[in-house]
Structure formats: C-alpha cells, structure tokens
C-alpha cells in the first residue's frame, strides 16, 4: 500500500529537477501524475531550461513504475493553459486529488540592476503561476471537498539573498499566498502548504551563474559550488540536497500522515535557518 494510492497529482515543472523528483516519489506512493511544463526557454533565464524531451523522459520513468502519466506543454503564467491542462487532466483520470505548484525560475542581479523583463518572468512564474495554478484547481477541489496543495518557497522566503530581489520577493509572496489560500480552502476540506527548500541540487542552480557566486569569482567550479553547499548547512556532511528529500516532505503534506496539518511551511534546509552567520566582508 502506497501512501498516495488512487490519487492524481498535478505537478508544475514537472520535466525535471524538483519536479520530476515530485513526479517519482508520487508515482512509487501509488498516484498516477499530469506534468505540466512550459518545456521551452524563458528570454530573461540564462540557463538551459527544460525541454520537451526532458518532459517525456520525466514520462517515461513514472510509467515504469507501472503508473500513468500525461505530459502537458504549458506556462504556469496563462490562466487559460493551466485551465486547460487540469480539464486534461480530469478528461484523463477523472480527477485531480494533488497539485504540486513546484514551476519556478531563478535568475541574479542587484535590485536596482533587474530588469523590467527579468522581474516579470519572475515574479510571474514563481508567484502569479502558483495563484493562476491553485486557481485552476480549486473549483474542481472545492466540488469534490477535498484536496491538497503543496507549494514551492524557498529558505529566501524566509530570508533575503544578495543579487536576487526578485526571487526573494517571489518566495517571501507565495508564503502569504499559501496562508491566504489555506484559509479560504479550509471549510471545503481542502489543505495548502509550503515548503522552503535549501540549497537543492537541480538544473536550476548547478549552472555557471551559481559556481560563480558560491565561488565569489567568475570561473567558478561546480566544486565551488558544492563547497558553498556545506557552509550553507548547518547538519554534519551535508552539501547540495537531493531533489528526493523534497519530493518526501510534500509526499508527507499530501497523504493522510498530514490529514490535520494546513497552513504551514516548513523548511527542509539541513539546518540552514539555524545559522546566524557573521560579515565576511565588513565594509568600514
């Protein structure tokens, strides 16, 4: 017995990384999955970002573990795509019990150096998309009076990060974002929560741009990067996390193990928010 058997999740940029990490441990848990993925290059994002191909790879590994799954191209930014893709979804399975609102985007400049584009990508992505996500979801939640909703924040919508003004405030929006939608939801039966992911290894941040700032130094090494990963965690041995340990908390917020838990957002960091830290770089 599956701890998620018979439900249908509906994962957002479910191609790869963190998603198709939701994809896997959903699928082995006994729920069959709608992935949903823009699948294309956003202009302002400077790394490689996933493809079609990357989608039905992430297709492909859920089906052998014997459960089903459709893939669906679209942008967590248009209400009617996302629309769409839950009514595929529910034309498909018949219902959607889970939405993993996991489609996010990270890109660096000082604040008063991000561009109009940049900001909008994302901030419409990481925010806009989870409301216009849960949106399109929730009518269909609401008319069966049940359902769960795990959302995707980060440590930087606890804290802020240099260089990226717009992620954090992306972040620190989808917290409010979750309480507001958790409370709404309530009397329906339906639950909403949050996590807030350390530092994750996915394509997302093991990329040029990221060796760099863990570096301090253009040309960085991805083992800059993985040297970072262990200051930025407090618990012993621990560097870059596995997307995995993420896929298991929301796996915790969307079974009966959570059935009484609403509202909250917990931090998978391996002790990141325990550390107080100091100036490395006093200016005087």
Known sequence: MGLLDGKVALITGGARGQGRAHALVSAKEGADVVLVDIADQIASVPYRMATQDDLAETVRQVEALDRRAIAVTADVRSQQQMDDAVARGIAEFGKIDILIANAG????????????????????????????????????????????????????????GPDYAHYVSSKHGVIGLMKNIALELAPHGIRCNSINPGAIKTPMTDHQGAWDMFAGHEGGTEADMLEGGYHFHALKGMTFLSPGVIANTALYLNSELAAAVTGVTIPVDAGHMLLTGFNQAPVK
């Open 105 to 160: 985007i990270w890109t660096q400049a000082p604040f008063w150096e991000i561009t109009d584009e940049a900001w909008e990508d994302m901030i419409g992505t990481n925010l806009t998309g989870v409301w216009k996500s849960a949106k399109a979801v929730a009518p269909h939640m609401i008319e069966r009076g049940s359902g769960s909703i795990v959302i995707t924040s980060s440590v930087n919508g606890l804290e802020p």
